[in-house]
């Protein structure tokens, strides 16, 4: 192997490079790229070789490579200074090109991509970028909100996120960055959201919709939709496209930028767009750091034994060979041993599972691969903090002492936070995650591996997904290069969209696909909006053609997409027919985003038959008395009208234990009780210690943050219109049911200190420290930096927590206090 890399004529390569260089391309640059980076780290180069190879890095602007290489000692700093007269000036010429001035007196370094898009920014009102996921387009976007708020006074800057874990890791970034009096926004219930005219709000869909709905109109300056191929999801998707399109109407001149993946049309994300706005599409194939597609595959009749292809244009070769520790009859096995025999003992592995119980499993058996490592103390500050948030058994914290992990969805933030952040350092060596890796997690690796990799149980990846999963493997400007590791691809069965060249997905608004492909919409139109399990791409879009109706607005727009007249007609007349016949405000249409409007009448229409007053079917405050049997009775009202998210009907005199169970649960959560009390609650000799953590945090995630709020609220609504037919005003106490449940605390001071970024997780372990139950989000502040938390009995990583949010809030705690 040596002397055939001592061969390599690095004169005719990096020639051959250089001519490729100027030749835009995803294929041209991957080649450039590899002979570079080959040059820098292969043995057989000498110091004129891996100067020349950084001068090429330099020239396609890939100056964190060039960066990396430095770092490692390949090459000494500033070795553009030793290169020939004209190269020299080039490497100049283009540091220069690839510097952005901004206000603050700094200058942006970025790539070739990254320049071009901050230019179209700057030039066009709205942008549809679509490029790999390592290519850095939330990065530069998030520099332009900088540059935005720096520039102007009076600027309000809205970053959509897909999920609340990405909403806390932008916003924990920008709160370090903003400039001095702009505020950093996350929940509708911020009370900084209404003091500041410069303000930067970080925010899921729901989040946003919120305070559209409560603040009509709300006008955005610079909106960013990141991961904006969720405009093609069937719940959440069209919420999204319905909160875009509250934000053109509420302020028309408002700017819109759009990321997705590498797809082939992005200019589909530029429909909405006002028509004196102007427009920009951009697909870019821009490649920062060299991807390695490889197959493991079977032996035919030797069953601990596997063959690695390297897939090069499309076409398998193969390149090694190699034998498990032993047979793998598992499939967590089989996981486990190839990730181990290819990754080693080194960081940076990623094993994507497709589900939370795959994930402890597979976790499990590379430990048992793996030997006992140093103790760390941030491992073991981690193992503390799970045994004293999830449970003193959970066997995530087992795992760690082996440098494993596993990640998903429905694991608390501060545990997943930590998780990535020692993962980042290589202080975790393994990582078994679930999809939530597909939502823009910002989880870079060396090495991903996946065997029949799914997103939802029975669902294959597609390919688009797939694309975007690899983009994680190859840490740009940490890494030369990535592997994305493909097990068992000899099975069709597992792979039956098995990936070979890098494609672009087409990239889909759920709106126009359900109408294009209307059958299923169309059956759901005929059975008269039936009971739904949790809503569905159906009933979200005849809510959304629904408030399109309701508020007077042309629905010809979307309709245009059912091809066949007739179903176009019997589509529009189910909608018009719905509308005639709702008897409550007409508004809550749009309040209650995806939820059937014909559902919310049946909903009024029980609370009429019901004869009580509305005050004694009103939701209750999670302290009251008997709080758990009046929300076990108001979640079974939701499911004999509108939903059966909370489990089905069960029979008369029936015990319906699944509802008292949501019902304890909401309550518990409301009443700021810690995840720990709430798994102790579950678990039970019935029931597996890890299944009973599992159920807990997904009930917690899917129901009591989710769901509950969506309906609950939706039920309050409807029994105050009820009310007011009886020419009552008030009914209930008036709190907001949708924060109490969202952020699992119910008095005002924590509210606060979670408004300000902090967890919940660390709001409650300060619960019982807090005296005072009102107070302004500075108050707050102040008591944070006078508290000894040093000095309290909470894990190590709640008190870096609050240490942290300290220093992103330095300057507020540095202002004079106001008078009193």
């Known amino acids: 192997m040596t002397d055939a890399l001592a061969e390599i004529d690095w004169n005719f390569a990096l020639l051959c490079a250089s001519a490729l260089s100027t030749t835009p391309g995803e294929r041209s640059q991957k080649a450039v790229l590899r002979i570079a980076t080959a040059c820098l780290a292969l043995p057989g180069s000498d110091t004129s070789h891996k100067e020349a190879a950084a001068a090429l890095l330099e020239r396609a602007g890939n100056l964190r490579a060039v960066e990396l290489a430095e770092r490692r000692g390949l090459i000494h700093e500033d070795s553009w200074r030793t290169l020939p007269p004209l190269l020299r000036l080039e490497s100049i010429r283009t540091q220069l090109r690839l510097s952005i001035p901004l206000s603050s007196g700094e200058d942006l370094s970025v790539n070739s991509f990254q320049e071009s898009l901050w230019s179209d920014v700057d030039q066009y009102d709205w942008v549809s970028v679509s490029a790999p996921t390592s290519a850095g387009k939330s990065r530069v976007i998030r520099e332009w909100f900088l540059e935005q708020l720096r520039a102007r006074s009076k600027l309000t800057a809205v970053y959509l996120a897909p999920t609340r874990a990405l909403v806390e890791e932008v916003s924990a970034d920008f709160r370090q960055t903003v400039p001095g009096g702009t505020r950093v926004v996350v929940m509708p219930w911020d009370p900084d959201l209404e003091s500041s005219t410069s303000r930067v709000l970080v925010l899921t869909q729901e989040r946003l919709h919120l305070i559209q709905q409560a603040r009509s109109p709300f006008p955005i300056d610079l909106l960013f939709v990141d991961e904006a191929q969720g405009l093609g999801s069937g719940d959440r998707g069209i919420l999204l496209r319905q909160v875009i399109d509250r934000a053109v109407i509420d302020h028309p001149a408002l700017q819109v930028i759009f990321a997705s993946p590498l797809s082939a049309n992005p200019e589909l994300l530029l429909t909405g767009k006002p028509d004196d706005s102007r427009g920009r599409a951009v697909t870019s194939e821009a490649v920062t750091v060299n991807q390695n597609l490889v197959r493991v595959e079977g032996v035919p ?27 793998a009859t598992k499939v967590a096995m089989r996981l486990a041993y190839v990730a181990h025999a290819l990754g080693g003992d080194r960081g940076g592995n990623i094993v994507y599972v497709n589900g939370a119980s795959d994930a402890e499993k597979v976790a499990q058996n590379i430990v048992d691969l793996l030997p006992v490592a140093e103790p760390d103390p941030d491992i073991e500050n981690l193992k503390d903090l799970i045994r004293t948030a999830v449970h003193q058994k959970y066997s995530l914290a087992d795992v760690l002492d082996k440098r494993v ?39 870079p690796c060396r090495s991903i591996f996946m065997r029949n990799p799914q997103k939802g149980r029975g669902k294959a990846l597609s390919e688009g997904d797939f694309w975007n999963l690899a983009g994680r493997a190859g840490r740009w400007g940490r890494e030369f290069q990535g592997n994305i590791v493909c097990i068992d691809t000899d099975d069709e069965k597992l792979w039956p969209n098995l990936p070979s060249v890098r494609g672009r997905s087409q990239l889909k608004l759920a709106t126009e696909h359900v109408l294009a ?11 008269n909006s039936p009971i739904s399990g949790s809503g569905g791409s159906s009933e ?9 109706s309701a508020t007077g607005m042309d629905l010809e727009g979307h309709l245009r997409f059912v091809q066949d007249p007739h179903e176009r007609d019997e589509v529009e007349h189910a909608i018009e027919r719905a509308i005639a016949r709702i008897e409550y405000p007409v508004e809550l249409i749009s309040r209650h985003a995806g939820i059937s409007p014909l559902s919310m009448q049946r909903l009024l229409e029980q609370f009429r038959a019901a004869s009580s007053d509305p005050n004694e079917l009103a939701l209750p405050l999670p302290e009251e008395d008997e709080s758990r049997d009046r929300f076990q009775d108001a979640l079974r009202l939701l499911g004999a009208t509108i939903t059966q998210a909370f489990g089905g009907a069960v029979g008369p005199g029936e015990n319906d234990k699944r509802k008292w169970q949501l019902a304890n649960l909401i309550v518990n959560w409301m009443n700021g009780l810690p995840l720990a009390r709430l798994i102790e609650q579950r678990v039970n000799n019935r029931v597996p210690l890890a299944k009973a953590i599992r159920d807990v945090m997904a009930d917690v995630e899917t129901v009591a943050r989710f769901q509950a709020p969506k309906y609950l609220t939706c039920y309050s609504d409807i029994l105050s219109a009820y009310g007011r037919e009886l020419g009552i005003e008030q009914v209930g106490h008036g709190q907001d049911i949708t924060m109490l449940l969202e952020l699992g605390v119910s008095r005002p001071s924590e509210v606060i200190l979670m408004s300000l970024g902090m967890s919940r997780m660390a709001t409650v372990a300060l619960s019982d420290y807090l005296t005072v139950d009102d107070w302004t989000p500075d108050e707050g502040l102040r008591w944070l930096a006078d508290l000894n938390f040093e000095g309290l009995d909470i894990p190590v990583l709640i008190q870096r927590e609050i240490a942290q949010l300290l220093v992103a809030y330095d300057e507020r705690l540095s202002l004079p206090k106001e008078p009193a």
């Open 301 to 327: 009749r030797a069953p601990a034994k596997r063959t690695v292809s390297l897939i090069h244009e499309g076409q398998p070769t193969k390149v090694a060979e190699f034998e498990l520790n032993q047979r």
């Open 517 to 527: 492909n209307p059958s299923d919409f169309l059956s759901y139109l005929r059975g």
């Open 405 to 443: 992990a596993f990640h998903y969805g429905n694991m608390p933030l501060a545990i997943r936070a930590e998780i990535k952040r020692l993962f980042g350092q290589g202080k975790i060596h393994y990582l078994v995650c679930t999809s939530t890796l597909l939502e823009g997690v910002n989880l």
């Open 540 to 548: 979200n879009l005849f809510s959304y053609l629904s408030n399109i």
